[in-house]
């Protein structure tokens, strides 16, 4: 009997590709940088010249100054995942372009340690480059290590998620403590250390990932997508030919009257709705054509929580900084240690929430991902209930409780398990297969116009006051979710059937119905 040799991207660890981990372990690593950096930035940049503690000088900025930059950095990250998909797709592939964002990355990193201003903002830029190229393109590389119809796939995902927040709260956790020893700049440069080890693991690990990420040309391939067809037609299609047209005037006029980054941003999202357009206008069916107007009106909750739980960065932490009183058992608590807080809470309870919505969906009660994300928009907004309590507090007595955050952030991670994972996996389900990968960017897009929101919310705070903030936001989220919710039936028959089978598959789950691996 021959023993059968494997060839290393055939090895198995725990059930699981090798190949897994290396990319759990590179995400892992990304992610602490990513989230140590997020953590830093606008305490960073709100500190004194002089400096205020042992953290040392600061930018000086105003707290709306810092949350302006908070805005558009946190965007960008995301918005640019759009341009570095399609570079992978259409010119270097996804385990090349990972490569090129790791490098990129711990350049970044590397300069911000650097205490001048130019270093700041180019460190700034390099990161949202290599966060651009890097992110949306590993996870598509944990989807290619799995044959389709692999039963394994939905657990390797379940353990690359595992990764990405065990990265934010190894980051949030220790990244707080190392400032408040050794100064804003040992922070950032303990993201690039952290970089760095990422980049040795991509590399050391790839001769497990032979089989994923190569670039395949597809200019012989009838299915493939054209961009620059699509747009061409634009020019014969009258009525979106004029709404684009429109759109541009107003990114014009925007540019004058605001200034030349809303401008670009302007113009960049009258590009992004042109080209859906016409991919609306190219689905060959009236049901793919209503799946795909549902997807794109689950953007606008997509865009809307992040856009509240972002304030997490910016906000939260100015006002955890500020006016929490953060003393434990003779201890002060470094104020970025509290956003490991929205981590760790989703390595507690990620698998309880799944279980109940699985529960649900068993019994055949409502549990449609449209209901889970309109759901999990209003129990993030109840989140903001505890800091509206936190503000009255604060001026009763000057200084507020950190039972309020902890408060907040456990509703706002119950908030982001019912929407993130789900509109992700909502996507797959009603995206037109040859535009998934193009419809992935747009959902990261609309986490960055999240993010944007966050920033010009929390930069009314300076002139309203956390309270009518904190306030509005809770009222806002309210009125959304449950709007979702009341428009649920119709949107439902809109996607014509897309999760009806899964109660069934549930259902076969439970009874012992598993299929097996071969």
């Known amino acids: 009997m021959t023993e059968t040799i494997l060839k290393p991207h055939q090895k198995e660890l725990f059930g699981q590709p090798v190949g897994l981990y290396i990319l759990f372990l590179t995400e892992m690593w990304e992610r602490f940088s990513y989230y140590g950096m997020r953590a830093l930035l606008v305490l960073y940049m709100t500190t004194s010249t002089l400096g205020d503690d042992d953290r040392g000088a600061g930018l000086g900025w105003t707290n709306q100054e810092a949350l302006a930059l ?4 946190t965007m960008l990250v995301y918005v640019m995942a759009i341009p570095g998909g399609m570079i992978a797709d259409k010119l270097i592939g996804q385990k090349k372009a990972v490569l090129v964002g790791a490098i990129t990355l711990c350049i970044g990193h590397g300069v911000l340690v650097l205490t001048d201003i130019w270093a700041f903002y180019t460190g700034l830029g390099l990161v949202i480059l290599g966060v651009a190229l890097l992110k949306p393109n590993i996870s598509t590389m944990v989807g290619g290590l799995y044959k389709e119809g692999d039963i394994r796939r939905d657990k390797g995902f379940s353990i690359f998620y595992i990764g990405i927040n065990l990265g934010s709260f190894l980051a949030t956790m220790i990244v707080g403590v190392v400032v408040a020893k050794w100064g804003w700049h040992a922070g950032f440069g303990l993201a690039g250390v952290v970089m760095v080890l990422g980049l040795i693991n991509y590399i050391a690990g790839q001769k497990y990932l032979t089989s994923v990420g190569d670039f395949v040309s597809t200019k012989n391939d009838i299915d493939d997508v054209s961009y620059g067809k699509l747009y061409s037609k634009l020019f014969n299609s009258p009525k979106q030919l004029l709404i684009a047209a429109i759109l541009l005037v107003l990114s014009v006029y925007g540019w004058y009257k605001m200034d030349w980054g809303y401008g670009l941003l302007f113009i960049f999202l009258t590009a992004i709705a042109s080209l859906l357009m016409m ?19 689950s953007f ?46 989703i390595i507690l309870f ?17 549990a449609s991902s449209l209901f889970k994300m309109a759901l999990g928009i209003i129990i993030m907004g109840f989140g903001f209930l505890f800091m509206v309590f936190a503000a009255m507090e604060f001026e009763r007595s000057g200084s507020s409780s950190m039972i309020w955050l902890v408060l907040a952030y456990f509703f706002h991670t119950i908030g982001e398990l019912c929407l993130s994972p789900v509109a992700l996996s909502f996507i797959t389900k009603l995206a037109p297969v040859k535009y998934a990968s193009l419809m992935m960017g747009v959902y990261f897009a609309a986490s960055g116009l999240g993010n944007k929101v966050a ?8 002139d309203f006051g956390e309270y009518a903030v904190f306030v509005g936001i809770f009222i806002f989220t309210i009125i959304i979710g449950t709007l979702f919710i009341l428009i649920l039936k119709p949107l439902k028959r809109l996607t014509h ?12 789950q439970a009874e012992g119905f598993e299929l097996t691996d071969n």
């Open 70 to 73: 908070y805005g558009w950095y």
């Open 350 to 366: 990620a698998t309880l929430v799944a279980s109940i919505w699985a529960r649900r969906k068993l019994k055949g009660k409502e």
């Open 279 to 297: 991919i609306y206008k190219e689905l060959d069916t009236q049901v793919y054509k209503d799946r795909f107007m549902v997807l794109l009106l």
């Open 497 to 508: 059937g897309a999760e009806d089978n899964e109660r069934i598959m549930h259902a076969n």
């Open 300 to 345: 606008i909750m997509v865009i809307i929580f992040w856009g509240a739980f972002e304030q997490a960065g910016g906000l939260m932490n100015l006002y955890t900084d500020t006016k929490t009183n953060r003393m434990l058992l003779g201890w002060e608590v470094p104020t970025v240690m509290f956003q490991s807080l929205n981590a760790g809470f």
């Open 455 to 462: 920033g010009m919310i929390g930069e009314s705070a300076s």
